[in-house]
Nanobody, 120 residues
Framework: QVQLVESGGGLVQPGGSLRLSCATS????????MSWYRQAPGKERELVAT????????NYADSVKGRSTISRDNAKNTVYLQMNSLKPEDTAVYYC?????????????WGQGTQVTVSS
């Protein structure tokens, strides 16, 4: 059974930091690119950051570039998102995503999300 379980969200003041984690099971983690998405109320889900299968390549949305770092531990089947200098506009539900094009058809899994609220 595939599981992606996000944790680490919460309420933080502007300028603060959070580290999100996504613990996975039920699939071959190292065969999947991992991403974090977020969805704010009334807005579409947007891509925040992506890391490739080996962890050597990352990409970020312009809105978080320079403030966030995505990383993965293939031994622990876990992906992380370190977010610094948080702003109120970072408030959203953050979702973990696993994607692999090594299969036909492609495989795509989602977590349930963790709420991040940035407010004073």
């Amino acid at each position: 059974q595939v599981q992606l379980v996000e944790s680490g969200g919460g309420l933080v003041q502007p300028g603060g930091s959070l580290r999100l984690s996504c613990a996975t099971s039920g699939f071959i983690f190292s065969w999947y690119a991992m991403s974090w998405y977020r969805q704010a109320p009334g807005k579409e889900r947007e891509l925040v950051a992506t890391i490739n299968r080996a962890g050597g390549s990352t990409n970020y949305a312009d809105s978080v570039k320079g403030r966030s770092t995505i990383s993965r531990d293939n031994a622990k089947n876990t992906v992380y998102l370190q977010m610094n200098s948080l702003k109120p506009e970072d408030t959203a539900v953050y979702y973990c995503n696993a994607y692999s094009d090594l299969y036909r058809p492609d495989r795509n899994y989602w977590g349930q999300g963790t709420q991040v609220t940035v407010s004073s």
